[in-house]
C-alpha cells in the first residue's frame, strides 16, 4: 500500500470515528438534558398567569390598570376631610391643582389598602421662610380620621433648607429619617413612588403585622421597606389603632409660605399575597 492511499485512509478513518463521537456526545446530551427537564418540571408553576398590564409611555404616566385620582380636570376623586359629605375645596386650574390652606385637607373617596401611589407636586417659590414653614404639606398613606390622623410621608422644602431629619421630604414624620435629600428647586416638579403595605389587626385588634413603605422620590430611594411604628403623631410616640381601608389624604398645612400644587396622581391597588 502506498502512503498516500494509507494516509487517506487513516483521515476517513479519523473523521468518521470523530463524527461517531461527535454523534454519540450530542445523543449523550439530548438524554441529559430530557432528564434535567423532567427534574425541573416539579418547580415549574403554570397557574396563576399574572394579568397583563400595559405600562404607560413613561413611568410617570399611569399603566392601563390604575386608577385615576387626578388627571388634570378636576377633583372628582376627593373630598373635605373636615366635611366628608363635602367635596374637596382645591383649586384646580391649568392642569394642575393647589392646596387651599382654609379649606383644610383633602382625601380620596375610595378607600385601600396596599398599594403603588404615583403623585407630582411642586413647592413654591416663596423663599422667604425656613424649616417647617418653607412648603410643608404630607402625604397620609392612610387616612385615618379628621386632622392629620394617619401615616405621613412628608412633603417639604428641602433644598438648601435644614429642619431637624426626621421630619424632611422622605421621612415618614417623625418616626425614621430618609436615606437621601433628592429635593429639586423650588418651582420645579418632583415626583414620589411609594409602595404602601398596610397594617393589619386581628380579630381583637391586636395588631397582626405592622405597615410597611418604600418611598422613591425623584428616582432616588429614600425608603426601603421601612417597617412603621404606628401613625403619625407631632408629640409623642407613634402606635396603632385598628383600622381597615382608608382613604389617601393630601394635608392643606398651616404654614406662612404659598401652597403647593399637585398633578398627576394615580394608584394601583395590589394584593400582596395574590401569590
Request: include cysteine.
Amino acid at each position: 500500500m502506498n502512503k498516500k492511499l494509507f494516509a487517506t485512509i487513516t483521515c476517513v478513518l479519523f473523521f468518521t470515528m470523530m463524527k461517531a463521537q461527535d454523534a454519540d456526545s450530542i445523543r449523550r446530551k439530548h438524554i441529559e438534558d430530557s432528564t434535567n427537564a423532567l427534574k425541573a418540571k416539579p418547580t415549574e408553576l403554570w397557574s396563576p398567569e399574572p394579568p397583563i398590564v400595559t405600562p404607560g409611555n413613561t413611568p410617570q404616566d399611569a399603566p392601563s390598570d390604575a386608577i385615576i385620582l387626578f388627571d388634570g380636570k378636576n377633583l372628582d376623586a376627593w373630598r373635605s376631610v373636615k366635611d366628608t359629605t363635602q367635596p374637596a375645596d382645591w383649586t384646580v386650574a391649568d392642569g394642575v391643582f393647589t392646596v387651599n390652606k382654609k379649606g383644610g385637607n383633602i382625601e380620596t373617596k375610595q378607600r385601600f389598602m396596599d398599594y403603588q401611589l404615583h403623585l407630582e407636586w411642586r413647592e413654591p417659590e416663596n423663599a422667604n421662610f425656613k424649616g417647617q414653614e418653607k412648603g410643608n404639606s404630607g402625604v397620609f398613606l392612610a387616612s385615618t380620621g379628621r386632622g392629620d390622623s394617619g401615616y405621613e410621608v412628608q412633603i417639604l422644602n428641602c433644598y438648601n433648607n435644614k429642619t431637624y431629619v426626621n421630619g424632611q421630604t422622605g421621612s415618614v414624620y417623625k418616626q425614621v429619617i430618609p436615606l437621601a435629600n433628592a429635593c429639586k428647586k423650588p418651582g420645579e416638579w418632583q415626583t414620589y413612588d411609594i409602595i404602601w403595605t398596610a397594617p393589619r389587626f386581628d380579630a381583637v385588634r391586636n395588631l397582626a403585622s405592622p405597615a410597611r413603605v418604600t418611598v422613591i422620590h425623584n428616582g432616588v430611594l429614600l425608603l426601603n421597606d421601612f417597617e412603621l411604628k404606628g401613625q403619625t403623631r407631632y408629640i409623642g410616640n407613634a402606635y396603632y389603632t385598628p383600622h381597615g381601608a382608608s382613604p389617601i389624604k393630601l394635608q392643606a398645612h398651616g404654614d406662612k409660605s404659598d401652597p403647593l400644587s399637585f398633578r398627576n396622581i394615580w394608584v394601583r391597588p395590589l394584593d400582596l399575597n395574590q401569590h
